[in-house]
């Protein structure tokens, strides 16, 4: 199983963003194969990148420039997890933070769940940084995870 796209703009546009922000896109690569290996299942990317007046449209007519319009963000789709399978990914998300240059957005710098304006609930990962590299060890028979989570640029 790979990633999963809503549409072929969003894949499309999901090869665009692998060689304009190869670190985002390394970054949904780990989300997945952690949501495969931990949970059985793929994720599906609904939102790559958005014009302005997208985002008018989005946001209700406010002028509102956003991550998106940069390739530096991806929304994903979380209706297909867990209450709790959502909280293991958020955790495993913010431990991007510490390499991530934008500013924080609500608790994290690169994951927010959320909904705009009545839309679905989904995650919004947004990271502007070095490549990273994810090492993680899941022991089924324990609700914590063990991983740690290493620069290699």
């Known amino acids: 199983m790979g990633l999963g796209f809503k549409s072929k703009e969003q894949k499309d546009q999901f090869q665009k963003l692998s060689t304009l922000n190869k ?8 989300m997945n194969f952690f949501a495969l ?3 059985g299942k793929e ?5 790559v990148t958005r014009s302005n007046e997208a985002n008018k449209s989005t946001y209700k007519g406010k002028d509102k420039t956003t ?5 530096g963000a991806v929304d994903v789709r979380s209706s297909n997890f867990s209450d709790k399978e959502l909280e293991i990914l958020v ?3 913010k431990r991007y933070d510490k390499f991530n ?5 609500s608790d994290s710098k690169t994951v927010l769940l959320h909904a705009v304006d009545g839309g679905a609930m989904h995650f919004h990962i947004q990271y502007t940084g070095p490549m ?11 609700e914590r995870r063990v991983d740690q989570n290493s620069r290699t640029a």
């Open 43 to 47: 994720i599906t990317i609904t939102e």
């Open 91 to 93: 955790a495993f998300l």
């Open 132 to 142: 990273t590299k994810t090492l993680f060890i899941w022991d089924e028979n324990d």
């Open 67 to 71: 991550s998106h319009a940069v390739f």
């Open 23 to 30: 670190p985002l896109a390394g970054i949904i690569g780990d």
């Open 37 to 39: 290996k931990t949970f």
């Open 101 to 105: 240059t934008w500013g924080t957005m």
